[in-house]
């Protein structure tokens, strides 16, 4: 090994000042060193953080690279195994056995046909915002409330459940609670997800998870599943249309583009995806030694990838840090890749192509109501990141 490699010693809990869309400056100067460098985990286990590019696309299509949450070694006690459904912190057979009878309900033609769907549910929040009046905040006038409805009516969740399960779901995934509010959250998430399970498959309705009743699935195992779905498909998305939003407004430039130009709104999402990164890292475990980046990963040991660095490397895009709305963000990891990659990712990208078009279309006017800094940001050890608020005003 190495004696000059670069060593993170834990994981960066803010963002650079000022600079509320960039990676952590420990990860970026980790990245300028190389793509792949010693780490600690907060346990004391030894580990291996990837800042690069193509390292951490690598280790996702690498199947000697494990995602089970019971081999992640970063305690000094074994983790539980991921309950029945939630197929994230699992490896094949099982995770195909859950993944495999979703993916033909979240294809590309499939979230399309959603889309007159999204753009009445964005119009309906654009009025009720229009009409309360400016100031207005964007994270629950705009952000939030979309993707939540698309979700909750893809899985058949009924109107009256909404609000409640929204903030269930956002006190759990915000990374600003204590330990006892998140596990009441989550507890409160289960059981009503439990009793939803049981009630469509007592009288199914036109939904994912009544159609996923007429399977071998168990109830336990839909609700792992439907866990999944609402997490990912509401927390991810309302924080890219609140941080997206925010970063279009502090770069003029580009938002004048975008405006001038609907057209470039498809290039747009993917610039922003890749620019933002919300879905920070992720973890994999070597399940045997592998050679990665001129080091041997040894086998049980769990490597932390950054994808928000990776989205950032100058070795795949030219000048990373800049937003650039007419880049070619192709190839970017903000959903992830390989046999993980996001299942939403077609669901997401519809309804943020909607969403920005209309809401710029709607507000062309369209600021913060206060200074850049005094937006209040996520908390880094979130698991998604995000603004907590986005005042917002406009010329009414």
Known sequence: MSESLHTVASLPTER????????????????????????THPGGKPGWMITGHDLVRSVLADPRFSARKELMNVIDFQLP?????????????????YRKPLVGRFTARRMRLLTERIEQITTDCLDAMERTGPPADLVTAFAKP??????????????????????????????????????AAYTATQEYLAALVAAKRAQPTDDVLSELTDSDLSDEELKGISLILLAAGFD??????????????????????????????????????????????FMRTALVDVELGGQTIEAGTTVVLSYHTANRDPERYADPHVLDLRRNSGGHLAFGHGVHLCLGAQLARVEMRVAFSALLRRFPTLRLAVPAEEVALRPETADIYGVKSLPVTWDA
């Open 16 to 39: 650079p000042a000022g600079c509320p869309f960039d990676p952590p400056a420990e990860l970026t100067e980790a990245r300028r060193h190389g793509p792949i460098s010693r780490y």
């Open 81 to 97: 195994p991921a309950p029945p459904g939630e197929f994230l912190l699992m490896d094949d057979p099982q995770h195909s056995r």
């Open 146 to 183: 979309i993707p939540t409805i698309i979700i909750c009516e893809l899985l058949g969740v009924p109107y009256e459940d909404r609000a409640s399960f929204q903030e269930q779901i956002d006190t759990f995934m915000s990374g600003g609670t204590s330990d006892e509010e998140l596990i």
């Open 236 to 281: 991810t998305t309302a924080n890219m249309l609140s941080l997206g939003t925010f970063a279009l407004l502090e770069n003029p430039a580009q938002l004048a583009a975008l405006r001038a130009d609907p057209s470039l709104v498809d290039g747009a999402v993917e610039e922003l995806l890749r620019y933002l990164s919300v879905a920070k890292t």
